[in-house]
């Protein structure tokens, strides 16, 4: 029997917006939130769609996030900007940033806007495909509580980390969204659901040793006792780990040092306050030449990665973001599915709120 | 015996000078060309420093560099430029776009430059730093000839595709400077020196299946009959080398897309021209506020992070640039070391150009 069930994306919608109104936030910013992390579920990227509702309850409830909270500019030049988020959702400071970022870009060639003392923005490909949606090349950043390990350390000191960037490109647009981690949290979730033991090279115990314990891993990460996950490549230097720690100091300086907020290893020590930081930034590739031909360069190199040879007992290469826009053409008329203990936390949400709960 | 001698600093230099311009270099673009090469050995990079002028002396003999090539500029914003460096060495298009993206970011917060129909240009933090040195953000890609096989691929189609950061920072330097494959073909090459198998998850070979054997790899890409190095995070998905495979396509979309050059699955194919791509920016983080503020945000981020618990077996945790500088710091007033081998091929290529050969 299948865990999950088959919600429509139009109920998803109504209920999600009806949420958020429930705690405070205006029709509008409801709307925002909602619009974010229903793409997440519509592009298949379940971790960070409606399942999330829970952990957004708890971090309103507990004033991490503050829902009457304004936006500042404390900082300002024609292509820059330094946003003060004062605990707002991640999501509306997210928007707003980038939404800055494309209006300078649009008059100076490029925007660059960096966000602090914000929260959890969901997925940051929604950030890039707002400038890319504009024919401009989009760009963010998030920090995250640390759960990275840097290389020969033993202590998690940065986070997630995610980069991102989207150039428009015909049939799909290009759309890169990824970790600077070897996995996110999440995956480490799933091997402990399973009870499976998480391959080597991913994750190091609070004594400095290599782990596979997927359930001790989360807990030292949680209660900050040392202990976390691998950089991209891994434990060490032989498959290039300390590149994956250096990308994600670089998310770090972009996010955090730049805007003066704080770095992942602060990020979330407080119980109401995360702290966490963004970076967005919108290029319009006009500045470099002709758009029609540089889009097209890049559709055709696309295609030619897309159309090489294919490893054994592989049938297809993908390019970044194809497989989103593919599954999101799927599901955009119909239906999203939802893990059935989502579906129960949301009914638990909705009644705590008054909610009229009423997805299926 | 070691097979290391100890060559002066200063011989060094005025031998490459000297070289470079029995080549038909003027003196000025002589010093450039070596000032990058020693840069490379004073760092402890042996593989971009004097031992490449063996390979340099076949791209110049060969005609894939121009020693008389004039660069155009071909396209200009205030904030952006395209270089057409016309086969120029690739340390020149380098320098002379890097000092244009630092003017103007002094002028307009932010420089951008690419640069098209090049050539290697050596360790690419040569120009980060050159920014960085003018207190600013230096960031600098490079594509090259096609060595890394996407996901799910069997067939070389991006290349090392470096990417590099430097920020300013005390008491070192932030300076991130790696290849977005899992290693760089040199490394292939020191495993089949040694008679040694690859690391599993490191290479596929021209028909398709994962492979440990480093000489057939490096055939099977100077030969373009298919095979290559895996991206960062390796071959398929499990350890994220999808994520290394979008960081390679990024590194050609800013160097060769957007400037309308080659990109690596098209670079190296013809006897007399590579058309490598370059790109360079250079940022002004006085746009987001203070800067001696910034600045020390990021010394004290890198202090934490080398401050942090070290894994079992290590006393140290390193941020990226502080081994590099600490390695000139020994050498710049004495010696670099240099491979008996090398100085064999130097001690030829000075006989073919009638240059005195004279390091010891």
Redesign the interface.
Request: glycine share 12%; net charge positive.
């Given at each position: 029997m299948s865990q999950y069930l088959q919600i429509p994306v139009s109920k998803a919608r109504i209920f999600c917006e009806e949420l958020f109104k429930a705690y405070g936030f205006s029709a509008d910013e409801s709307k925002t939130i909602s619009d974010v992390l229903l793409k997440a579920d519509l592009y298949g990227i379940e971790s960070h769609g409606i399942m999330r509702l829970g952990r957004y309850h708890d971090e309103i409830t507990s004033s991490q996030v503050d829902a009457s909270a304004k936006t500042q500019i404390v900082?300002e030049?024609?292509?820059?900007a330094?946003i003060e988020a004062n605990k707002s959702m991640g999501q509306l400071s997210g928007t707003e940033a980038m939404k800055l970022a494309v209006k300078k870009a649009k008059a100076?060639?490029?925007g660059?806007v960096?966000v602090r003392n914000s929260n959890h923005y969901g997925i940051a490909r929604y950030y890039t495909e707002l400038a890319a949606q504009e024919d401009l090349i989009g760009i963010s950043m998030t920090n995250t509580e640390a759960i990275c390990?840097?290389?020969?350390?033993?202590?998690a000191?940065t986070g997630t980390n995610a980069m991102a960037?989207a150039?428009p490109s015909s049939p799909f647009i290009?759309s890169?969204d990824?970790?600077?981690t070897?996995?996110p949290r999440g995956t480490l979730e799933v091997f402990r659901k399973n009870n499976k033991p998480l391959?080597e090279?991913?994750a190091?115990d609070e004594?400095?040793?290599a782990s596979t314990d997927a359930a001790a891993i989360i807990e030292s990460i949680i209660a900050k006792t040392?202990g976390g996950i691998a950089p991209?490549?891994?434990?060490g230097v032989?498959?290039?780990g300390?590149?994956?720690y250096?990308?994600g100091?670089?998310v770090?300086?972009f996010t955090?040092?730049?805007?003066?907020g704080l770095?992942s290893?602060h990020v979330n020590r407080k119980k109401d306050h995360t702290g966490i930081c963004h970076y967005f930034m919108a290029?319009d590739?006009g500045?470099?030449?002709d758009k029609k031909?540089?889009k097209d360069?890049?559709s055709k190199?696309?295609q030619?990665?897309r159309d090489?040879?294919?490893?054994?007992g592989?049938s297809?290469?993908?390019?970044?973001g194809e497989k989103e826009a593919q599954t999101m053409e799927q599901r955009i008329n119909g239906d999203i599915p939802v893990n059935k203990k989502t579906y129960e936390e949301l009914k638990d949400i909705a009644a705590k709120l008054g909610v009229n709960f009423n997805l299926l």
């Open positions: 900082h030049t024609l292509i820059s330094v100076a060639g490029c660059m960096t390990v840097p290389t020969f350390g033993s202590q000191m960037l150039m290009f890169y990824a970790s600077t070897v996995v391959p090279q991913w190091i004594n400095g040793k040392g991209l490549g891994g434990l032989l498959n290039g300390h590149k994956g250096g990308l100091v670089i770090d300086l955090a040092v730049i805007s003066c770095t290893n290029l590739y500045i470099f030449g031909t540089i360069n890049m190199f696309l030619e990665l090489s040879k294919k490893a054994e592989q297809r290469i993908y390019t970044h």
